[in-house]
């Protein structure tokens, strides 16, 4: 087949496929989109980098990560309870890369021995992905008296220092149980 046979092939194979395209769009009144069924969600992929050089901010207690005096990284402080201590997850720095983690809402109304009936509510439902790929991770777990290291009378426990390389096979879904009202 020669050139001009080929180039007129395709044309027309492009415009009959564009053709069909356009045949099988078509509007859906209510009751027709009340008979299709689909499935919701968010499909998510990634390659988060968190403070791999060190953090922008440089004072009394973070600064660069060649710095041995100085803290390497971001700072995530959580309380439990309103009177409580700090958790803290400090100094994190690293990659990670993951592909397949899913967000979707999903109604619980039965199983859990029982108590799916009487919770009768939707969760959020997180699908964990086949796969999370770690390059050079790094935190601290911690316990703190104050959020910021800059407040007055700071004071910090480091509890465990973590360092993650390679793969890590992740299977099944967590559930997030909405408490309060809405």
Do not use: H
Request: with cysteine; net charge negative; glycine share 12%.
């Amino acid at each position: 087949m020669n050139k001009r046979y080929r180039q007129a092939a395709v044309i027309v194979i492009a415009m009959f496929g564009a053709e069909q395209a356009a045949a099988e769009l078509d509007r859906l009144d209510d009751q027709d989109l009340a008979e299709v069924s689909g499935q919701g969600g968010i499909y998510l992929s990634g390659d988060i980098s968190i403070n791999e050089m060190g953090g922008p901010i440089e004072n009394s207690y973070f600064g660069c990560c060649d710095n041995p005096d100085k803290k390497c990284g971001a700072r995530l402080a959580y309380r439990l309870k309103a009177d409580g201590g700090w958790m803290v997850l400090d100094e994190i720095r690293g990659n990670f890369a993951f592909e397949g983690l899913t967000l979707r809402v999903r109604s619980i109304d039965s199983g859990f021995g029982g108590d799916g009936e009487l919770f009768n509510r939707d969760v959020m439902e997180i699908g964990l992905p086949d796969i999370v790929r770690y390059n050079d991770v790094r935190f601290k777990i911690a316990g703190s008296n104050m959020p910021r290291p800059t407040d007055p009378g700071f004071r910090q426990t480091d509890i465990l220092a973590v360092e993650m390389q390679g793969e890590v096979i992740m299977e099944g879904n967590l559930l997030v149980f909405p408490t309060g009202n809405p």
